[in-house]
């Protein structure tokens, strides 16, 4: 992943983390026939070096190797090696198709960037993440606004659309 994962750096890719993924609630329900386990309450989610937090969290598909994973109540997801954050309502991560969308109050946190919006999506396979919806990226005295705001991650390039604004501190 290098660098590459700002909106979905949880995306948790057997080819990058451990197979081993930590889950800890205060109640947990799995249902084998429908293939759902679900944790309530205090819900943290660990695989090298993610964190997911939640108050609820459904894991669909295999337990062991689960095709999706939906967060919400308010998460956070945090890339400790990369120094990354990212806060939305609720979040779902398509993992086999490395996909994910996050919805309501999106906050990302990487780099020296903060960028806020509505809500996002992030293609893992064209690495690309996109965000929604009264856009704000502030980055060292750099302020831009956009309805829609293109982060092409493996490029480190942003494209803005849609009334965009910008005020650049010049020294």
Not at 15 to 23: G, I, R, S
Not at 72 to 78: D, E, N, P, Q
Not at 123 to 144: H, N, P, Q
Request: glycine share 8%; hydrophobic share 40%; net charge positive.
């Amino acid at each position: 992943m290098n660098t590459k994962s700002l909106l979905f750096l949880f995306l948790l890719t057997t080819k990058l983390y451990p197979l081993t993924m930590t889950v800890s609630g205060d109640s947990a329900n799995w249902n084998k026939k429908k293939q759902v386990f679900v944790l309530k309450g205090n819900v943290v989610l660990k695989r090298g070096s993610i964190t997911l937090k939640a108050p609820i969290v459904r894991l669909k598909g295999e337990i062991e190797n689960p095709e999706k994973i939906i967060a919400s109540g308010g998460v956070i997801v945090s890339d400790k090696e990369r120094n990354a954050t990212i806060k939305a309502e609720t979040i779902e991560v398509f993992l086999k198709e490395k996909r994910g969308w996050a919805k309501q109050g999106v906050r990302i946190e990487y780099k020296n960037r903060v960028i806020l919006g509505k809500q996002g999506v992030y293609d893992g396979l064209k690495d690309i993440a996109e965000l929604t919806g009264s856009c704000t990226m502030t980055e060292a005295g750099r302020v831009f606004e956009a309805e829609t705001m293109r982060y092409f991650t493996e490029e480190d390039k942003i494209e803005f659309e849609g009334s965009v604004k910008g005020k650049i501190e010049v020294k």
